[in-house]
């Protein structure tokens, strides 16, 4: 059960909370303040970004337009060298300013990530509020969470961010008195108390937060009893993913063509074309630059990827950066150990209705091509239900690699073990014997096998390619 907040927490609460802090409507600049490529090969530390700079421009535009802030102009800047003190050049900070002036902007977004004093910096050189892509997504994401678990992750990660910018969010920083009476010391400045009830807030956060982790590692081991093979998708923020898990499961999930339009991990039972069951499992679309502070914040809500037996790697292939997003997105699954190159994962091309014929053959192509270095990637489309059941049977056969089949006869009148065999086993083909008998071909998960073979010790194993 959560502790009640103290008053002192509550308002460093409302603080840290994204929910209420940028309105909806607000005039906003976005400024993309982005490196040259001579300046990235040799930032130290900092991998080359491959993307266009408009098209990282324009996905700055687009999580604005995810919390609905009215973005009155974008502007692509190209940065030498990053200044310690306001990131940009003191014409280019001058030059802007003029611009938010002009336009009475109320929000500047840098699409970059800004130390506190930068940001303290351009604030005060602009006369508005100043945020950068991180405090973005976390505004994002405190909108979009929606379950306790998804509220608490982004509160922790947002507190972690605040904390180091208290410096910037509060002015009463005088020093409260210590001690009791007249005689006290000098005692803790306004800023230290923040600071310490925030990481007490945050402590309080991560005892909740291994309780809700609790409680999924309880729902996982019932699952195990009842083992279905698990299908995560998994892919860059509006790729489809959303649609793709509504058309494969018929459920009503939100999807829009917005990013990160939905937060919290959704899962569904579906049947293969065979009658397999699996879990299908949306997971939060993921997003060049994620806040390493995030990923580690929504580990636990990544579980399900981790544990997954499949992943479908959903790309929007209709995108022009496609193959800088599948990147990012390796990267990703790389900081939570998986491989790009595993086994488990399949890539899904995803909306292919928005392909004219010669991108769609040169696509093709491609994947026909990839066949003799691995499975080869699926050209769907969500939308339209093109693709749809080629996938379905790749699924079907990333699952019956790990399982064994079986070929076996039955009398006609041994209903129950013919039931048995439907609600355990794939029946992958069923044939009547001029005998009566019923010839039956079938395919069982490795836990169930030793259960089926004491039952049917007379059924022969079939070598599978």
């Not at 009503?252 to 699996?278: I, N, W, Y």
């Not at 990012?328 to 899904?348: F, K, M, S, T």
């Not at 079986?406 to 129950?416: C, I, R, Y």
């Amino acid at each position: 059960m959560t502790e009640p907040l103290t008053p002192g927490e509550a308002r460093l609460q409302r603080q840290a909370a994204p929910e209420g802090e940028i309105a909806a409507s607000t005039r906003t600049l976005v400024v993309g303040p982005y490196l040259t490529r001579v300046a990235q090969r040799f930032a130290p530390g900092q991998p080359e970004n491959t993307r266009s700079d408009d098209a990282r421009l324009d996905e700055a535009v687009g999580l604005a337009a995810a919390i609905e802030l009215d973005v009155a102009q974008a502007i692509g800047v190209h940065v030498q060298r990053p200044r310690p003190s306001t990131y940009l050049g003191k014409g280019r900070v001058e030059e802007m300013a003029g611009l938010v002036k002009a336009d009475e902007i109320g929000l500047v977004v840098m699409d970059c990530a800004l130390s506190p004093v930068q940001q303290r910096n351009l604030e005060k050189a602009w006369g508005t509020k100043v945020i950068d892509r991180t405090g973005l997504i976390l505004e994002i994401f405190g909108r979009r969470a929606s379950t306790r678990e998804g509220t608490l992750q982004v509160e922790h990660a947002h507190l972690a961010y605040q904390k180091s910018r208290l410096v910037r969010s509060w002015t009463h920083l005088e020093r409260q008195r210590g001690g009791f009476g007249f005689l006290g010391g000098p005692g803790e400045t306004q800023i230290e108390a923040d600071r310490r009830m925030i990481q007490e807030r945050m402590t309080k956060i991560e005892r909740d937060l291994d309780a809700v982790a609790r409680t999924r590692g309880l729902h996982r081991k019932s699952r195990a009893r009842v083992p279905y093979p698990i299908v995560a998708l998994v892919g860059y923020t509006n790729a489809g993913k959303s649609t793709l898990f509504n058309a494969l499961t018929k459920a009503e999930v939100k999807a829009q063509d917005m990013l990160f339009a939905t937060l919290d991990p959704t899962a569904r039972a579906t049947k293969l074309p065979h009658g397999e069951t699996v879990i299908l499992s949306d997971t939060v679309g993921f997003i060049s630059d994620l806040p390493t502070s995030l990923i580690a914040a929504f580990r636990a809500t990544l579980e399900d990827v981790i544990e997954a037996d499949i992943l479908l790697h959903v790309r929007d292939v209709s995108h022009g950066d496609t193959q800088a997003q599948a990147e990012d997105v390796e990267q990703v699954l790389r900081e939570l150990g998986i491989e790009a190159d595993a086994e488990r994962i399949v890539e899904v091309w995803n909306k292919a209705d928005l392909l004219d014929e010669g991108e769609r053959t040169r696509l093709l192509n491609l994947a026909s091509a990839h066949r003799g270095a691995g499975p080869a990637p699926i050209l769907v489309s969500a939308l339209t239900g093109e693709g749809l059941p080629a996938l379905a049977e790749r699924i079907e056969g990333q699952v019956a690699r790990a399982r064994s089949t079986f070929a076996l006869t039955l009398p006609p009148e041994d209903g129950a073990a013919l039931n048995w065999l439907y609600e355990n086993a794939e029946v992958l083909d069923r044939q009547a014997e001029d005998s009566g008998e019923i010839a039956l071909t079938i395919r069982i998960a490795p836990e169930k096998e030793p259960r089926f073979l004491n039952r049917f010790e007379a059924a022969r194993r079939i070598a599978t390619p």
